[in-house]
C-alpha cells in the first residue's frame, strides 16, 4: 500500500500515452507502486515511472502495453525488490509494462515460500488477466522458481523462466545458506533435502512448455571472504556463462540481450534435447541453426569427450533453445551439423534438416543422426507457440 505522502503526489500527477517511446524515457527514475493485498505476507510491487519533479507519472495498462504479459522479478537472500531497478527500467524501454517484483521475507523454508509465491502468482494473474507470466529469478531466487515450477504445478503458469546467478549444485546452496541465512541446523537440514527434489530434470511435459534459461557468472563470492564457485549447468535449461561476477550478472547488458527475445510473445520456440549417443568413439560438436538466426554449439567449445562424464541417458541434456518470430509466409528450417575431432582434425558425420511448418505447431519429434561409421546420435526436437 502505497504511503499517505506518496498517495497525495500521485494524485497531483498527470498521467499520460506511455507508447511513444522516447529519449525522454532514459531520463526517468524508477518507482514502484506496492499493491494492497491480503492472502500472502510478502510485499508485492508493480513498476511504473515518474518523473524527478513528480509532474508526471507512467502507469501502465492494457491499452499501453507493447507486450501483455506480465513478467515477475524475484530476488535471492537478505536483498529487495529494487536490486531490479536497472533491469526494470531496461524492459520498460523495450515495451514492457506489466513488470511486477516480490520482497520476499525467507528462502529457507522452500515448501512454504513456494506457497507464498503461488499465492503473488495469481494475484498477477488476477491483475493483467493472463494465463502465464514469466519470470526473472535472481541468485537463490531461482531455487525457489526452480522449486515453485516443479511441485506447486508453477510450470502450468510459466512461459519463460530466467535464472541468474542461481546455486544449482547443493555445496553451493549450503554454503550461500550457512553464510546468508543464518539458519539454524535444522533449517539447514530441511532447505537441503528441498534442494535435493529441486536438482532433478522436470518432467518431459512441463520440459515442453516450460523454457529455462540458466545464466550464470564466471566468478561467485559466498563467505566473507569470498570464494570463486564454478557455474553449474542445468540438464533441462538453455545454460549460458557470461564474463561478470555473480554479484552484478543481474545488471548486465549482454544478460539482457540473452532474455529478452524470450520474452516477448508471438514467437515460436524451439528446443533440441540429446538423448543417446551411439558408437561414438571419438570427439564430437554438434552445431545447430534456424533459417540464418542463432548458431549454437554442443558444446559451447570445444568437443565432447566420446567417454566423458555427460548427463545422457540417464538425464537427457537440452542443448539448443531458440526463439523465431511468427512469420507464416517464410518457411522454417532448423539444420544440424555433427562433427567429429578425428587426429585433431575436424570430419563431418552426418546432417539433418528439419523443415518447420508453422501451422503444425506445437509439435514433438524423435530424430537420428547417423554417420558412415555407424555412429547414432538420438535427439528429440519440442517446436511450440507459448
Not at 256 to 269: D, G, K, N, S
Not at 362 to 383: F, N, T
Amino acid at each position: 500500500m502505497v504511503n499517505n505522502e506518496e498517495d497525495r503526489k500521485i494524485g497531483q500527477t498527470k498521467f499520460v500515452d506511455v507508447t511513444a517511446e522516447t529519449e525522454r524515457l532514459k531520463k526517468l527514475d524508477h518507482f514502484w507502486i506496492e499493491i494492497e493485498k491480503e492472502v500472502s505476507e510478502w510485499r508485492l510491487w508493480r513498476f511504473a515511472y515518474l518523473d524527478t519533479d513528480l509532474t508526471e507519472t507512467y502507469l501502465p495498462d492494457l491499452t499501453h502495453a507493447r507486450f501483455n504479459e506480465p513478467i515477475l522479478l524475484i530476488h535471492g537472500f537478505n536483498s529487495k525488490h529494487t536490486i531490479f531497478n536497472w533491469f526494470a527500467r531496461e524492459l520498460w524501454r523495450h515495451g514492457f509494462r506489466y513488470i511486477f517484483a516480490l520482497d520476499i521475507s525467507s528462502l529457507i523454508d522452500l515448501d512454504n515460500a513456494s506457497t507464498n509465491l503461488a499465492k503473488n502468482v495469481t494475484i498477477i494473474r488476477e491483475i493483467t488477466k493472463a494465463h502465464k507470466l514469466s519470470m526473472i529469478a535472481y541468485a537463490s531466487g531461482g531455487v525457489l522458481a526452480r522449486y515453485y515450477a516443479k511441485f506447486k504445478n508453477g510450470a502450468a503458469h510459466i512461459r519463460v523462466l530466467t535464472m541468474i546467478g542461481s546455486p544449482h549444485d547443493k555445496a553451493q546452496y549450503l554454503n550461500l545458506l550457512q553464510s546468508k541465512s543464518g539458519a539454524t541446523k535444522e533449517e539447514l537440514e530441511q532447505a537441503i533435502d528441498y534442494f535435493e527434489d529441486i536438482s532433478s530434470t522436470i518432467s518431459e511435459k512441463e520440459l515442453y512448455f516450460l523454457t529455462q534459461i540458466n545464466i550464470g557468472g564466471s566468478v561467485w563470492s559466498t563467505g566473507k571472504n569470498g570464494s570463486a564457485v564454478r557455474f553449474i549447468p542445468l540438464p533441462d535449461a538453455v545454460n549460458i556463462s557470461v564474463g561478470e561476477t555473480q554479484l552484478r550478472v543481474h545488471k548486465h547488458r549482454i544478460v539482457f540481450r540473452l532474455v529478452q527475445p524470450f520474452l516477448i510473445p508471438q514467437i515460436a520456440i524451439f528446443k533440441i534435447r540429446l538423448l543417446t549417443l551411439v558408437n561414438i568413439n571419438s570427439p564430437i560438436s554438434l552445431w545447430i541453426h534456424s533459417q540464418g538466426r542463432l548458431t549454437q554449439q554442443y558444446p559451447r567449445q570445444g568437443f565432447l569427450a566420446p567417454h566423458q562424464e555427460i548427463a545422457i541417458p540417464e538425464n537427457p541434456m537440452i542443448i539448443y533453445t531458440n526463439q523465431v518470430e511468427l512469420n507464416r509466409d517464410r518457411p522454417l528450417k532448423l539444420v544440424i551439423h555433427a562433427f567429429e575431432n578425428v587426429r585433431l582434425q575436424q570430419k563431418k558425420i552426418g546432417r539433418i534438416d528439419i523443415p518447420i511448418n508453422l501451422d503444425s505447431l506445437p509439435r514433438v519429434e524423435y530424430l537420428s543422426l547417423l554417420g558412415d561409421d555407424s555412429q547414432k546420435i538420438d535427439l528429440a526436437l519440442y517446436a511450440y507457440i507459448p
